[in-house]
C-alpha cells in the first residue's frame, strides 16, 4: 500500500480519536498516589467462571453461541463488569485448537472479529472473540465504545487492564474444564497487549499471534503522540513524563516475554504504522529473542483489510498444527 495513503488515515484516526483531558484534583491525588504503590499485571490464579450460552445460530459447518459471565474485577460501571463474546464452534469432527481472539481500540462493533473468526473456522479452528472492558455491549451508556478505557485517572486504566488480563484468563479456565486440549491467542494493538501479558503468566496457551501489538498501554491511551496535545495530556495527570513511564513499564511488552515457544508465536507489523510504529515491535522482537515475524506494507488501520495478513494468520497455523515427524510415538 501507498506509504502517504497509509499514514494519512492513521492520522486521521487519531485526530478524531485522540482524548482531550482537563486537569481533576480527585484524579491528580489518586495518581500521586500510584506512585508509591504501583499497580502490577496480575499473575495470581482465576476461578473457572460459569458461562451463559445461547446457541443464536447456525451456518454450514459451525454453531454460533452468544455467551456471558460476570468478571472477577469490578469497576464503577455495571455495564462493563459483564463479559460478553461470541463462541464459533465447529459442528463435526474434532477442532484443531480453540482461539481466543481479542479485538483492537475502539471497536465499535463485532464485524471484524466475526471475519477472523469465519476464517478461523474455515482453517479448522473453533473461536471465541470476547468484548473487552468499556467496548460495544461493555460501554456505559452514553460514551463511545473504549472512550471510557482511557483517562487522566490513571487508576482507571490499570483497572481496566487488570480487568482484561482477568477476563481472559478466566475464559482460558473455562475452555480447560471443558476439555480444550490447545488455546491459542491472537490479538490486535491492545487486545495483543492484552494477549501478551497473558501469555506471559499462564502456560495454558499453545501459540500467539499478534498484529500490530501495542508494546505499552501508553501507546493506545493517547500518551504517546507527539506535539502539545501530548503534553497537554500528560499535564492533566499531575505526573512528569518520567513518572508516567515508570508507572506503565512493567506493562510493556518489553518486560512481559510470553511463555509460548518461539515458534508457536507470530508478529505482524505493519511497516507504515503511525500509531504502533514498526520500530517499537522490533524492540520487542528482539527482547523476545526472535520469535516469527512478518512486516506488512500498510498502515496500522489499512492492514486489517490486508488479505496477504490473512494469508500469513492461514499459513502460521497450518505450520503450528501440521503433522510433527516422528520417530515412533504419534505426534501431538
Excluded at 7 to 30: C, H, N, Q, T, Y
Excluded at 70 to 81: D, H, I
Excluded at 289 to 312: D, I, T, Y
Amino acid at each position: 500500500m501507498n506509504k502517504l495513503f497509509a499514514r494519512i488515515i492513521d492520522g486521521m484516526a487519531i485526530d478524531l480519536l485522540a482524548p482531550r483531558f482537563s486537569k481533576s484534583d480527585v484524579a491528580i491525588e489518586r495518581n500521586l498516589h500510584l506512585i508509591d504503590n504501583p499497580p502490577l499485571p496480575p499473575r495470581r490464579l482465576v476461578k473457572t467462571p460459569k458461562l451463559f450460552l445461547k446457541n443464536t445460530g447456525s451456518k454450514g459447518l459451525f454453531d454460533i453461541y452468544e455467551y456471558a459471565f460476570p468478571s472477577k474485577v469490578e469497576t464503577a460501571s455495571l455495564q462493563n463488569n459483564t463479559v460478553y463474546g461470541r463462541y464459533y464452534r465447529i459442528k463435526d469432527g474434532v477442532p484443531k485448537s480453540t482461539v481466543v481472539f481479542l479485538h483492537g481500540m475502539f471497536e465499535s462493533n463485532h464485524r471484524r472479529s466475526e471475519r477472523h473468526a469465519l476464517n478461523f473456522i474455515k482453517s479448522g479452528h473453533n473461536c471465541l472473540t470476547m468484548t473487552l472492558p468499556h467496548h460495544i455491549e461493555r460501554a456505559p451508556r452514553g460514551w463511545r465504545s473504549g472512550r471510557h478505557f482511557i483517562s487522566n485517572d490513571l487508576t482507571v486504566i490499570f483497572t481496566g487492564l487488570q480487568q482484561a488480563m482477568n477476563d481472559v484468563m478466566s475464559l482460558i479456565n473455562w475452555l480447560k474444564s471443558n476439555g480444550e486440549k490447545r488455546i491459542g491467542l491472537i490479538g490486535i494493538d491492545v487486545g495483543g497487549l492484552i494477549a501478551s501479558l497473558v501469555a506471559s503468566s499462564t502456560r495454558r496457551i499453545n501459540y500467539l499471534l499478534l498484529l500490530t501489538p501495542a508494546i505499552s498501554p501508553l501507546q493506545v491511551i493517547g500518551y504517546t503522540r507527539s506535539g502539545r496535545a501530548v503534553e497537554g495530556r500528560i499535564g492533566a495527570t499531575g505526573l512528569t513524563k518520567q513518572e508516567l513511564y515508570m508507572l506503565f513499564e512493567p506493562w510493556t511488552l518489553l518486560h512481559n516475554k510470553p511463555i509460548v515457544s518461539n515458534n508457536r508465536t507470530l508478529i505482524i507489523k505493519a511497516e507504515h504504522d503511525t500509531i504502533i510504529p514498526a520500530d517499537s515491535i522490533d524492540r520487542v522482537w528482539d527482547a523476545w529473542e526472535k520469535p516469527k515475524m512478518v512486516a506488512s506494507s500498510h498502515g496500522h488501520l489499512s492492514m486489517m483489510a490486508s488479505r496477504q495478513v490473512f494469508r500469513e494468520i492461514s499459513a502460521f497455523l497450518d505450520y503450528t498444527f501440521a503433522p510433527k515427524k516422528t520417530t515412533g510415538a504419534s505426534a501431538e
